[in-house]
């Protein structure tokens, strides 16, 4: 296994009070896999991603654990730590111009990367920079462009290069095509794939978007209020979804039918996660919900066939009509 999450809570804290933004997720990614986190907005999909990573803010509480490789990087001196993220730990973000520096030269980037974990010549930096830049589809006398001086598509094929140049076994794509059009979407999302093949790394893929995991994924963890609600293999998933939440996010997907003049969305609003509702995070929108939902926080049920499903419709919960 190259990366299991047990129990993975994180607490921001605020001066309005604490965030319960994860909470006690349990996971697991097999080498060269892709886990697609999907969920609506404020759940929690990026502060798992930053939780595994280490990135958040300092205060932030975080319990449970993140085992990478047989090690707990949530008991590794922030040194050690440095020394994984990055290398064999990389992230793509959502805005590649956020995570670019404008007044840095992309070879500049590349070159800062690659020293920070390796010791290498300058030349041979360049080489891997030019390697890395040709995976992608981009040429290597761009390596002295700046950011602005790209397309938003080929920034986020410059973030790619870079997050693969120290040949990572997980790469944590956070919305890395949010901000693009449908047609660039489409292609960054097919290189990601195709080098997620050839570099036999493992991948979790964050998006709102179902349409997007249904491509790339293998399995699909649904998120909602910082719970991990449901966790399945893709086809499963997709051909017979569980959870209320994740069957109404999959009817939710706009199709292209033009007859089909119906907006479709799930009413009402996400919790608020700093006074969270006592029971399940979704009881109140959902259509199944019974009175249980609304006291108790449902037990995670372990499916016949192995896959995961917080709600008090299954296992014990099923003769609970309460
Ligand atoms: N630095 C922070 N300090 C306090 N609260 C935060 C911080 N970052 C996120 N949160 C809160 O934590 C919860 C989970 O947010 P998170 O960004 O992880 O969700 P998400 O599903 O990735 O949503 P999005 O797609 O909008 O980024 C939200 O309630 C959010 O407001």
Redesign the pocket.
């Known amino acids: 296994m190259l990366l299991e999450l047990k129990d993975l809570t994180v607490k921001?804290k605020?001066r309005e009070g604490r965030?319960l933004?994860v909470d006690k997720v349990s996971l697991p990614l097999e080498e060269k896999k892709t886990l697609g986190l999907v969920?609506e907005?404020?759940?929690?999909?990026?502060?798992l991603g930053g939780a595994i990573l280490g990135i958040l803010?300092r205060e932030t509480q975080i319990t449970g654990k993140v085992i990478f490789s047989g090690t707990d990087l949530t008991s590794m001196p922030s040194k050690e730590l440095r020394s994984i993220r990055g290398k064999d730990i990389s992230m793509i973000f959502q805005d590649p111009m956020t995570s670019l520096n404008p007044v840095m030269k992309l070879r500049d980037h590349f070159i800062e990367t690659i020293f920070t974990h390796t010791q290498t010549s300058k030349e041979n930096a360049i080489a891997l920079a030019e390697q890395a830049l040709k995976e992608v589809g981009i040429s290597s006398n761009r390596l002295n462009d700046y950011p602005f001086q790209l397309s938003g598509g080929m920034r986020q094929r410059v973030m790619i290069a870079l997050s693969l140049v120290l040949n990572p076994k997980l790469v944590i794509a956070d919305?890395p095509t949010t901000s693009l059009d449908v047609i660039v979407q489409a292609q960054i999302l097919q290189l990601l794939k195709g080098l997620q093949e050839k570099f036999k790394m493992a991948m979790i893929l964050?998006t709102?978007d179902l349409g997007v995991v249904a491509e790339a994924a293998d399995d699909i963890g649904v998120?909602y209020g910082?719970h991990l609600v449901e966790y399945a293999p893709k086809l499963e998933l997709y051909k017979d979804p569980l959870h209320p939440y994740t069957k109404d996010l999959l009817a939710s997907v706009p199709n292209t039918d033009i007859n089909d003049k119906e907006l479709r969305f799930i009413p009402g609003y996400p919790p608020d996660?700093m006074n969270p509702p006592k029971g399940c995070r979704y009881a109140d929108r959902c259509a199944k919900v019974k009175e249980i939902c609304k006291q108790k926080i449902p037990p995670d049920v372990r499916m016949d066939d192995g896959r995961l499903v917080k709600c008090w419709l299954y296992g014990e919960g099923e003769k609970n009509d309460a």
């Open positions: 921001y605020t965030v933004a969920g907005s404020g759940c929690g999909k990026s502060t803010p919305e964050i709102h998120m910082g996660l």
